[in-house]
Every structure is written in C-alpha cells, then in structure tokens.
C-alpha cells in the first residue's frame, strides 16, 4: 500500500482539548504570526532605507542648487548696487556679508532658547509618579 492510504495513529486520532494544548497552539500560532511580521518589517524597511537615502539625496541635490542660486542672486544685486551707486562691489558684498550673520546670529540666539525649554514634561511626569509607585509597592507590598 501507498503512502496515501496509510491510516493514522491513535496519537494523530485522539482528539486534543487540553487546555495546556490549546495554549500551546495558540503560542505557535502567535509566533508564526510574529515571524512573519517581523519578516515582511524586515522587506519594507529595507524598501524604506532606500526610499529615505533617495529623498535624503534629492533634498541634498536641491540645497545645494539653491545655495548656488542664492550666491549668483546676491553676486548680480552687489554689481547691480555698485553700478547704480557707485561704491565697490566689494564694499557691498561686505554689507551683505555682515547682514547674512546678523541674521544667522539671531536664528542661533532663538534656537538655544528653545533648545533650553524642556519638552514631553507631562511625560516625564507621569513616568516620575508611575516610578515613584513602583518604588513604594516594592518596599510596602499590598498584602490583600
């Protein structure tokens, strides 16, 4: 006889409604589930590296043309401003030189201050109070 008419043992028969089965079952099915999330997170993130080191390359790629933009603006307005006042090119650009870090002195200034003001405070809050109920659970155990 084939394998295909071979019968089953009375292990394979017996029907299992153990409750250390059923839990048992249901933990394999858990894990096979996880495997197979974990494996299709393990696809998209490879997706989504190469999909973020291309937006990362573009945004760069643009900065880096409106920076050389913005250097020929500046260039043409100091020899338009020259010709039309007659000072030096050089002179002006200086003007604009001293402008461009005025202005990044006070985005500095205004960064730091916000940089100093704290963040996710009713987090750490509430983290703070959830320890400190840890704490006093741990050395008075409720003994209900």
């Known amino acids: 006889m084939g394998e295909s008419s071979r019968t089953a043992g009375p292990e394979e028969n017996a029907p299992n409604h153990g409750v250390f089965d059923r839990f048992s079952r249901l933990a394999a099915h858990g894990v096979n589930y996880l495997q197979a999330r974990i ?6 993130s490879r997706d ?16 880096f043309v409106a920076t050389l933009g913005y250097v020929m603006l500046l260039l043409s307005a100091a020899f338009l401003l020259a010709a039309w006042t007659g ?7 200086l003007i604009f030189a001293v402008a461009h870090f005025a202005l990044c002195a006070m985005c500095l200034l205004t960064a730091r201050e916000l940089f100093k003001q704290p963040v996710f405070t009713i987090t750490l809050n509430e ?3 959830d320890r ?3 704490n006093s659970q741990i050395k008075t155990p409720n003994r209900n």
């Open 48 to 63: 989504a590296l190469i999909h973020g080191l291309q937006l990362a390359a573009w945004l760069m790629a643009g900065c």
């Open 87 to 93: 000072w030096s090119w050089a002179l002006i650009l």
């Open 132 to 134: 400190q109920w840890l």
């Open 39 to 44: 494996a299709l997170a393990g696809l998209e």
């Open 127 to 129: 983290l703070q109070k």
